[in-house]
């Protein structure tokens, strides 16, 4: 890729994180209050309602179910910043046009979208984690965390956008929601161990993004060592995504 090449993708990047941020800006105590409401909930219900006093796996089961519900978090605040908004805009408001007649590359918006998707979710982990320190609990929070956190944004920030590209009707985004998204923040380790389920299901289970990010960033705050199979997996989804995204995106421009 030459300098100038580069130099107008970054630019195309740029361009549409600025937009995404007036937005987020305008919106912010709206979009701050929607996206905390139900990690807030169940951070009251199942870990100081049911998890005061309570052991689980070593540990307090506070401390066990604080970075499944992080995780979870991120999950449905990338998710959601990227697919419903860019499904009402290609299906509805027909904005979604103004991208692809816009000299910027098809690379440019998909980088820019799923990374604008990314930093919504981080942003939302990040205050997830701002209220566990308010409640007194302490975890041991590094940059690895962080580094995890932010491969699991960008992995379902990528899936959104892939879904609002591929979908037909903006109920699609609904269904996405209630067959993909709302079993995996149950049932990928986020509220209980693994260890339980049945060994073929459980098996599948484990495949899934979530409950890398859920393990991983569960070994990481309880200081257990480097999820190095957990970020490579991580890794791997949010390429696939991104790659899925973007061979979507050229199909929708054609």
Not at 130 to 142: A, E
Request: hydrophobic share 50%; with cysteine; proline share 4%.
């Amino acid at each position: 890729m030459s300098k100038a090449t580069t130099l107008s993708l970054w630019n195309g990047v740029q361009t549409i994180l600025w937009q995404e941020y007036l937005l987020f800006e305008r919106r912010f105590w709206r979009n701050m209050a929607s996206t905390m409401v139900t990690p807030l909930l169940y951070l009251i219900a199942f870990g100081f309602g049911l998890g005061r006093g309570i052991r689980f796996e070593g540990t307090s089961y506070l401390e066990f179910v604080i970075p499944g519900i992080v995780a979870l978090t991120t999950m449905n605040g990338s998710f959601n910043a990227v697919a419903t908004p860019v499904n009402i805009a290609r299906m509805y408001d027909k904005t979604f046009e103004e991208y692809l007649t816009a000299p910027i590359s098809m690379l440019a918006i998909t980088s820019g979208r799923i990374l604008a998707g990314a930093l919504r979710g981080l942003f939302s982990g990040t205050m997830m984690l701002v209220l566990t320190l308010l409640f007194g609990v302490h975890l041991k929070i590094t940059p690895l965390f962080f580094l995890m956190l932010f491969l699991n944004c960008l992995l379902f920030a990528g899936f959104g956008f892939w879904a609002a590209l591929t979908i037909q009707s903006h109920s699609d985004v609904t269904k996405f929601n209630s067959f993909v998204i709302n079993p995996m923040s149950f049932l990928c380790g986020t509220f209980f161990s693994l260890q339980s389920i049945p060994g073929p299901l459980a098996l599948f289970l484990k495949i899934l993004p979530l409950t890398h990010t859920t393990t991983g960033l569960r070994a990481i705050a309880s200081g257990q060592g480097v999820p190095w199979w957990n970020l490579t997996a991580l890794a791997f989804f949010a390429s696939l995504f991104f790659l899925l995204s973007l061979r979507a995106c050229y199909q929708v421009e054609d």
